[in-house]
């Protein structure tokens, strides 16, 4: 297949950052004695921080805002422990391969700009990607499909005729909602927990030019 564009997810797509995030969120958790299980730690993956932090605002103690818990959660990323973040095998090159073949790249991540351009520069693909699509551009996160539309518009490509890569289930449900089809990576979560995509792999060195979709 060859896709009018190509939009990748970042965390847990390109690279392993799902452990570091997910220890972000435990210890937001703890430093406020709120009880937590891996479903709650979870349920942040693949989502707008913000969003998720709304919805379980009820959990903890004193008159908190999302907001003021968001800006806590991500002053722990200055901790001189925190765990290193690797690409996804594959990831890097496939990027490259895609560039070199003339197809418009994209990237809808929920993770913030200043966040994502530092990760992007690690990866050193920063000058690879068309258009980078983050928490700050759009009004509804994954798993709405906002990021995605407003990627495959700045795209000029039609969604139907394009391909995401998500390792997250709300990634892949926004993606799907857009009308894309969808490569999973089971970096974060077990592969059947991607079941609405229309494959899974686990990792990017499986995924080979040109694309192969179904299976």
């Known amino acids: 297949m060859r896709p009018q564009a190509v939009v990748f997810d970042l965390d847990g797509t390109l690279i392993h950052t799902e452990p570091r995030n997910r220890l972000l969120w435990a210890r937001l958790f703890e430093a406020h004695g709120v009880p937590h299980d891996e479903e ?30 968001f800006e806590q959660a991500v002053a722990f ?27 418009p790249l994209g990237l809808v991540t929920s993770g913030m700009r200043r966040y994502a351009e530092g990760l992007l520069a690690e990866l050193g693909v920063t000058d690879l990607l068309d258009v980078v699509i983050t928490a700050d551009d ?5 798993p709405h499909p906002e990021g995605y539309l407003t990627a495959c518009a700045r795209l000029g490509a039609e969604p139907a005729r394009s391909v995401a890569f ?32 229309d494959r899974v792999v686990p990792n990017l060195l499986e995924v080979r030019w040109p694309l192969h979709i179904g299976g």
């Open 77 to 103: 990323e200055e901790h001189p422990d925190w765990p290193p973040a690797e690409p996804v095998p594959g990831a890097v090159e496939l990027v490259r391969t895609l560039r070199a073949e003339g197809v």
């Open 166 to 197: 998500e390792d997250a289930p709300a990634g892949v449900a926004a993606a799907k909602a857009a009308g894309m089809a969808v490569i999973g990576v089971s970096t974060t979560v077990p592969p059947h927990r991607l079941a609405q995509a």
């Open 40 to 69: 709650l730690i979870g349920s942040f993956a693949g989502r707008r921080g913000r969003e998720v932090l709304a919805e379980v605002l009820h959990l903890f103690p004193g008159d908190r805002t999302a907001e003021e818990l």
């Open 138 to 142: 759009v009004e509804r996160g994954k």
